[in-house]
């Protein structure tokens, strides 16, 4: 079974301030992990996945296959940041449509 | 930008009344999804659907649950007889392809569904 634990479900920090979002997953695959954001009265959408490792909007995240662990940084939080994060792991079956497993989120709020 | 579009945006219903939710999914994808999140709980996934058919489904898409893909734009889910657990927000989402890069999944804005 896949799972995606987010163990903070509120985190605030004040503009500047470094910000880090936490992700643990359970996947006995090999997984591809996403970072969706939701900003207010907006859908879901992407904001960074770990195969492109890019960074995205000063945000990023890297795959600890050790400590089963995908966290969310960005070194100076902006005001604008403010939203609901949701990490996701896909998986399934090889060469099917695979789902997404879904955290429960984190709402950051950063503080002028 | 194309985006996966829904409609209606908010649906009430009567309890045991049948419901579609319509979703537009983007139109180079070949991938389609149907997610819920009941208020305060996370995104679960219901269904995946490839090549007119169902590709994977959760233990939640039991036989109430339905979708089609009635003509080449619109992809719908069907819920035969509502009932009050059916209250939640569900999102349509679409993706290009299954390989990396390809799979990413864009997400619909969401139908409220209230069920009374």
């Known amino acids: 079974a896949q799972r995606v634990t987010q163990p903070e479900k509120l985190l605030s920090v004040f503009k500047g301030a470094p910000v880090e979002l936490k992700c643990n997953y359970s996947?006995?695959?090999?997984?591809?992990l996403f970072w969706y954001v939701q900003y207010s009265r907006q859908r879901l959408q992407l904001l960074l996945r770990?195969?492109s490792r890019e960074s995205i909007k000063g945000f990023t995240a890297d795959l600890n296959k050790g400590e089963t662990s995908f966290h969310l940084k960005k070194p100076f939080a902006q005001e604008e940041d403010s939203a609901m994060y949701y990490c996701?792991?896909?998986?399934?079956?090889?060469?099917?449509?695979?789902?997404?497993?879904f955290g429960s989120g984190t709402q950051l709020t950063v503080l002028p | 930008e194309p985006e996966v579009t829904q409609t209606p945006s908010h649906q009430v219903t009567q309890m045991g009344q049948e419901v579609i939710l319509r979703c537009v999914p983007i139109?180079?994808?070949?991938?389609f999804y149907w997610y819920r999140q009941i208020l305060g709980q996370k995104v679960e996934f219901l269904v995946s659907?490839?090549?007119?058919?169902?590709?994977?489904k959760s233990e939640i898409f039991d036989d109430q649950f339905s979708v089609e893909r009635p003509d080449g734009s619109n992809f719908t889910l069907k819920i035969r007889s509502t009932k009050l657990e059916d209250s939640a927000m569900y999102f349509c989402?679409?993706?290009?392809?299954?390989?990396?890069?390809?799979?990413?999944?864009?997400f619909g804005p969401g139908t409220r569904l209230l069920v009374l």
């Open positions: 770990h195969i």
């Open positions: 996947y006995s695959g090999s997984p591809e």
């Open positions: 996701a792991l896909s998986g399934g079956s090889s060469g099917s449509a695979r789902q997404l497993t």
């Open positions: 659907f490839y090549n007119n058919e169902i590709s994977e």
């Open positions: 989402a679409s993706s290009r392809g299954l390989a990396p890069l390809q799979e990413t999944q864009y």
């Open positions: 139109s180079n994808h070949l991938y």
